[in-house]
């Protein structure tokens, strides 16, 4: 120790042997890896004119990801999907298959991130997002994400007064506020950068992850999500939809909290907490809808022919806190997500049923007996 | 003058050089915090600054992260080891021109590593952001500050080392090896695919293992002792702990990766030395609080101290933490999420500065033969620890929550798992407020005892440099 060429010469030791391992080793390991075909012949060698994988990106993708990695969007977005039993990353449908290092070959720039404050993006182009709508969360995410905390980017875009088809049409959060921009030369690179995020093919190495069918509902979600987007739902329905789920599926104050017994896909728990897709108490009558949304619900209930006998405080975080406004937005939402299809329910509809209430204890629940019209 | 103390004519030599990097460091302190606060305030409301290109989340965070470590941790390293190494050796501080024009070099190069990243030329490495023109300005002049504190070193009186000129020194020498070691593996001879990952996470992380902390644990050994008047408890472990940490940290940095696309041995082996490292952190938590509780009173009542046991409590618990979170049934839970930020604060402000802050307490009246005020450092003191302890516990909680949430698949990303740890993000906007006004605190109390009559600032300048 009281030597300093012998102290510098063991403390360069003790660090080049991990830098033997980490750096030479791994290198020495897998710094060779060449894109393979999804097969291999039985022999171990590559079939003729067999695709290879993965492929290079376009020129346009490379230099978006040069726009990715300079704006700095690997802070919060991680582009690696996680071995099944050290992560939930398939589960939660960001990809088919673990990412194995061959997947990043042929990149420039490899940007796998460490922290997720935004999902993984290392399949987003698998997610069937238009170009449209990926222009519309660059340019800002709020108008079509409510709930979503990532940055606006409108200095790569430009405002326009007179459209063009190709021109991007962003209507703001509360609905009124309708823009056009055009988007630049980077927006568009951005773009066909992230639809070539995809790892959807088999190497010799990793295969698809069997899915259960009931594991697919993240996929499916995300899928749903973009249809709804995509499709021709009327602005106003879309709005009420997008504000109920917002209702439905928010834990803390002034929020519903449904998700928690009836699930994020509104398919209820067997046994315990009835479904809403597909229930004919929610395609059915509004009136006991809202009632049940105002006070909760008790006892025994029959939906779609099953029996379920549990207590449902008044919805609402404090409980039978609901406003109006969020009844009507949530009740829309439940009535028109997960493959249904009703009528949306308004302010005014649900303001005439607390009118009709009045009187009645706060708190004080129904039974399905009270709200079933005797027959 | 002859009468003075050989004591008193090291602190003379070292007063130019520690004053330089110790105001360095303190500007680069606020405008770290400046820059955290930014980021946390974006987090908490998206269109904050939006229309700003300069100034996007994922910017500011990095400029963040590179201002706290290379130039408040830089210029903190800086002037302490210098002074703490001159101390131990009895030896004066010399080539303190070269010393200051290397630190200009050294701070003008992170000022552009800085803009360079603010305005787009992100490298992307892990604690590598800044754009690699300004490597070679970083490193040469890191070389030539290193250079004259081993000319220090040699100088030494006693032959014999103590336990912080081990760490200081190893320290000191780390970090160029690190830097070359990344240089090379990413720009020189670029290694393809995710080698670059593990290459580039190896030197973030290592670079908080190999040069932050060994420097504010060689503080710690010199100012228990030194404070107390009392040796290192069980000093003789000393020498065992610093071994573990020099063979054991380089390996157990790569755990980060746990089922990455990456060769299942790289995380694996990070696991087991990150188990491995409970000895290190042991020894040095024994050596440090089994001395400082024989005399806790004296602790309480000296401020440099009780900054300094902070930061070896801090790095004791931190450290502990770590080591659970290195287990894989763990890591899927936590990686990924802002736990990350718990562990970056915890070690580069629960740690390392706190302990910084106490060092510079310490050696500041003696070098200038100026007093802080006390309320004013106590004030800083709390500020800090309320500060510190407000933000580690948003980033904990609101990690352990963001990690269970997201393992939850029917659990929608942005309005249900994401939502949900919107509130501590909003406590760490808080705690960012706090820590920003504590080292504004921190730095004027600094500035005002190194330049008391900020007027006379050149005409002291010059004196002071040819003195």
């Known amino acids: 120790m009281n030597n300093l060429a012998k102290f510098t010469i063991g403390i360069f030791l003790t660090l080049g042997i991990a830098w033997l391992a980490f750096v030479v080793g791994a290198r020495e390991q897998y710094g060779d890896l060449v894109p393979s075909p999804q097969v291999l012949d039985e022999d171990g060698s590559i079939p003729a004119d067999a695709d290879l994988f993965p492929v290079d990106l376009t020129g346009m993708a490379k230099q978006g990801a040069e726009e990715y990695a300079s704006l700095g969007c690997v802070t919060c977005h991680t582009q690696q999907v996680r071995r099944v039993e050290t992560g939930f990353d398939v589960e939660r449908g960001w990809g088919k298959r673990p990412s194995v290092p061959r997947d990043y070959v042929l990149q420039d720039h490899v940007l796998l991130g460490n922290s997720r404050i935004g999902p993984d993006l290392a399949n987003l182009g698998l997610r069937e997002y238009s170009d449209e709508w990926l222009h519309q969360h660059l340019f800002e995410p709020q108008s079509i994400i409510p709930s979503s905390l990532c940055p606006p980017s409108p200095y790569l875009y430009q405002e326009i007064d007179e459209p063009v088809p190709s021109d991007i049409e962003i209507t703001g959060a509360d609905g009124d506020d309708v823009r056009n921009v055009r988007p630049s030369i980077r927006a568009n690179r951005l773009v066909s950068y992230l639809q070539s995020l995809k790892q959807d093919y088999e190497l010799p190495e990793v295969a698809f992850v069997e899915q259960p069918a009931d594991k697919e509902i993240a996929t499916q979600e995300i899928k749903d999500t973009t249809a709804i987007v995509s499709s021709s739902v009327p602005d106003w329905l879309q709005q009420q939809m997008d504000a109920g789920k917002e209702v439905y599926m928010k834990a803390a104050a002034g929020g519903g909290m449904c998700f928690t017994c009836h699930q994020p896909n509104g398919e209820g728990m067997a046994g315990q907490f009835p479904p809403l897709a597909g229930s004919d108490w929610v395609l059915g009558d509004k009136e006991r809808l809202i009632k049940i949304s105002m006070y909760g619900l008790m006892g025994e209930i029959e939906v779609n022919g099953v029996k379920y006998n549990n207590v449902m405080a008044p919805p609402g975080i404090p409980p039978g806190s609901l406003t109006d406004d969020q009844i009507a937005n949530v009740l829309t939402y439940i009535r028109n997500d997960w493959g249904n299809s009703a009528s949306a329910v308004s302010a005014e509809e649900v303001a005439a049923v607390r009118a009709s209430l009045e009187g009645r204890a706060p708190m004080q629940m129904f039974t399905a007996a009270e709200l079933t019209p005797a027959e | ?467």
Request: hydrophobic fraction near 55%; glycine fraction near 8%; proline fraction near 4%.
């Open chain 2, 1 to 467: 003058m002859t009468t003075d103390s050989p004591d008193k004519i090291i602190d003379r030599s070292a007063k130019l050089v520690f004053s330089f990097f110790l105001s360095s460091a303190g500007l680069w302190l606020l405008t770290a915090a400046f820059f955290a606060y930014l980021a946390a305030a974006k987090l908490t409301d998206p269109f904050f600054l939006s229309t700003c290109e300069f100034l996007t989340y994922g910017k500011i965070k990095v400029a963040q992260a590179n201002a706290f470590v290379y130039g408040w941790g830089g210029n903190a390293i800086f002037a302490v080891s210098l002074w703490i190494l001159a101390r131990l050796s009895q030896a004066e501080v010399r080539g303190s021109f070269f010393l200051i024009v290397a630190g200009v070099i050294w701070n003008l190069a992170i000022t552009f590593g800085l803009l360079g990243i603010l305005d787009g030329h992100m490298s992307g490495h892990e604690m590598l952001e800044m754009p690699t023109e300004v490597w070679p300005a970083m490193l040469i002049s890191y070389l030539i500050i290193t250079f004259l504190a081993l000319v220090i070193h040699r100088s030494r009186q006693i032959k014999e080392t103590i336990a912080p000129q081990w760490f200081i020194l190893a320290a000191l020498l780390w970090f160029p090896a690190l830097f070359l070691i990344a240089w090379h593996g990413l720009e020189i001879n670029t290694a393809r695919g995710t080698l670059q990952t593990v290459l580039s996470m190896w030197y973030g992380q290592s670079l908080i293992w190999l040069w932050l902390t060994p420097v504010a644990l060689g503080a710690a050994y010199y100012l228990i002792p030194a404070v107390l008047g009392r040796t290192i408890d069980k000093y003789y472990l000393a020498i065992f702990g610093f071994w573990c940490i020099a063979a054991l940290a380089p390996w157990s940095v790569v755990h980060h990766l746990e089922g990455g696309p990456v060769p299942m041995w790289i995380p694996a082996i990070g696991t087991v030395m990150s188990i491995a490292m409970v000895f290190p952190i042991a020894v040095a938590s024994t050596n440090f609080h089994a001395t400082a509780f024989l005399d806790i009173g004296k602790v309480w009542d000296s401020l440099p101290l009780r900054f300094v046991i902070f930061g070896t409590l801090s790095y004791t618990v931190s450290s502990y933490i770590g080591v659970v979170f290195s287990l894989p049934a763990v890591a899927k839970i936590t990686q990924f999420t802002i736990i990350n930020e718990f562990h970056f604060n915890q070690r580069v402000y629960g740690f390392f500065s706190m302990i910084i802050f106490g060092a510079v307490y310490f050696a500041l009246p003696r070098i200038t033969g100026r007093e802080i005020p006390i309320g004013a450092k106590s004030f800083h003191f709390w500020t800090s620890t309320f500060g510190v302890l407000l933000l580690l516990l948003a980033y904990l909680i609101g990690g352990l929550t963001h990690g269970v949430l997201a393992g939850q698949p029917s659990l929608e990303w942005s309005s249900a798992v994401i939502g949900s740890i919107q509130p501590y993000f909003l406590i760490t906007k808080i705690a960012f407020v706090i820590l920003a006004f504590s080292q504004l605190v921190f730095v004027v109390n600094v500035w005002r005892v190194i330049f008391p009559n900020p007027l006379s600032l050149l005409a002291t300048g010059n004196k002071e440099a040819s003195v």
